[in-house]
């Protein structure tokens, strides 16, 4: 892969309701993207094949992970293995990083 430059004008933002997405890049081996909580509107759910690695851009807001709460800020980072179950809640803009990269389809819903 040669190298890349993406710029954020160019990112087309994906409406899932709650959720905004932006996919920044996605390789064979992983993706990146911007992702925005704008409501509380959220199932908890797991990811069945990819690692996560969430940083939190901008904002504050709460988490749960494996059914306790947990408050992030700006610059906090949260690290989720596959199979762990989690939501973000309103107020988080996060960049997600996952491997291999992460296949909506491959996310299950437990609420």
Do not use: Q, W
């Not at 993207?33 to 990811?47: E, H, M, W």
């Not at 596959?82 to 809640?89: D, F, R, S, V």
């Amino acid at each position: 892969m040669k190298f890349k430059i993406i710029k954020s004008e160019e990112l087309k933002e994906n409406d899932y309701g709650s959720t905004k997405t932006a996919n920044i890049l996605k390789t064979k081996k992983f993706s990146i993207a911007r992702v925005r909580k704008i409501s509380n509107d959220v199932k908890l759910g797991y990811d069945t094949e990819s690692d996560v690695a969430y940083y939190v851009l901008e904002g504050n807001g709460d988490c749960i992970i494996n059914n306790k709460k947990y408050h992030l800020k700006k610059g906090d980072c949260v690290f989720y293995p596959k199979g762990t179950k989690y939501k973000h809640l309103e107020g988080l803009t996060l960049l997600a990083v996952a491997s291999p990269p992460f296949d909506r389809k491959k996310r299950k819903y437990v609420e």
